[in-house]
């Protein structure tokens, strides 16, 4: 009973960062790339050049790092995120400047930081050592890497008021290039046309802040009144497209090397912690197959292929 514990509470503190940041990775499958239907590993292709734009650019930082301002561009405040060393002076500063990139950053470094800000360094720290992943010593040494931006959190005083006033100034925010993504009053075809404007504009940071909706605009859910299988068929068909269209978007350009979730994603589940790991296949989530991951797979590289034609209609985002 002690080690069932000992384990719910790893599966727990795991999943409870990468879903709070989008991604969900907690066990490899390694059957998916030793059997003989293994999938291929991704060569990168080049990063996503257009020209053309449908989005505000926004401000690009300039030479003075102090130089915060709610028009900053999604890039300039994904790089301070990415870069910063203490996640809790990055939040306190992004939601004190306000503006849609910084309040959209400020969520992911609270929902990184979410084992921290509820069990405390220590207590986070103990119970991924009792785990299997604490008797890996690159997986620890990973996850105390990716965890060190967090430890100032601890103490924070979470509430769910404090949450909800959060999103609602990020939905309310009209300032920076991606203010329009949050807004609650844009209708499906008007976010489609931003969601093509973001990927038109050659920002990767822009295409993975709109990878994991895409899902919801592409295919409507079960009408009301739908049958338990269906609405379980939808929920696993958006789990699996958000996990092709995170994919893509880290073939496109967008950060996914050390640091990043996507990066501790497939560390934690797989023991390969270097740059690129997410292209070996794991489960991505628990019920996924072997054929599911081969779907993905394709998927993957249909997103790809279609961002670059620019053929909307294969993406489910024609006008």
């Known amino acids: 009973m002690a080690a ?74 994904g790089s301070r995120f990415r870069d910063s060393k203490d996640l809790r002076a990055f939040f306190d500063r992004a939601k004190e400047v306000g503006g849609s990139a910084y309040l959209y950053y400020a969520t992911k470094a609270r929902g990184r930081c979410l084992n921290v800000i509820l069990l405390g360094n220590m207590k986070t720290e103990q119970m991924m050592a009792s785990g299997p992943e604490g008797q890996d010593t690159v997986r620890m040494a990973a996850w105390r890497e990716w965890s060190a931006p967090c430890a100032r959190f601890e103490g924070y005083a979470i509430s769910q008021e404090e949450g909800n006033q959060l999103y609602q100034r990020l939905r309310d925010a009209d300032e920076g290039p991606a203010a329009q993504f949050f807004k609650a009053s844009v209708t499906s075809d008007q976010h489609k046309g931003l969601v093509r404007g973001a990927l038109e504009s050659g920002s990767p940071e822009l295409a993975d802040l709109v990878a994991p909706r895409i899902a919801y605009l592409a295919k409507d859910p079960p ?8 609405t379980k068929a939808y929920a696993k068909w958006v789990q699996a497209e958000q996990t092709s269209w995170k994919l ?60 670059r034609a620019r053929d909307w209609a294969a993406l489910g985002l024609a006008p």
């Open 4 to 77: 069932l514990e000992r384990n719910t509470w790893i599966v727990v503190i795991v999943a409870m960062a990468l879903v709070a940041t989008g991604w969900w990775g907690l066990s490899s499958l390694p059957d998916a790339s030793s059997s003989s239907t293994h999938l291929k590993t991704v060569v990168a292709p080049a990063p996503l050049e257009v020209p053309v734009s449908a989005i505000p650019a926004g401000r690009n930082a300039s030479s003075d790092p102090d130089a915060w301002s709610a028009m900053d561009s999604v890039s300039t405040a």
């Open 223 to 230: 009408p009301r009144g739908a049958t338990e299988a269906e």
């Open 248 to 307: 893509a978007v880290c073939e496109l350009g967008a950060y996914c090397g050390r640091g990043s979730e996507t990066w501790i994603a497939a560390c934690m589940a797989t023991g390969e912690c270097g740059e690129g790991n997410y292209r070996r296949p794991y489960r991505y989530f628990f019920y996924a197959t072997v054929a599911d991951l081969q779907a993905i797979a394709a998927r993957r590289d249909a997103i790809v292929e279609a961002v």
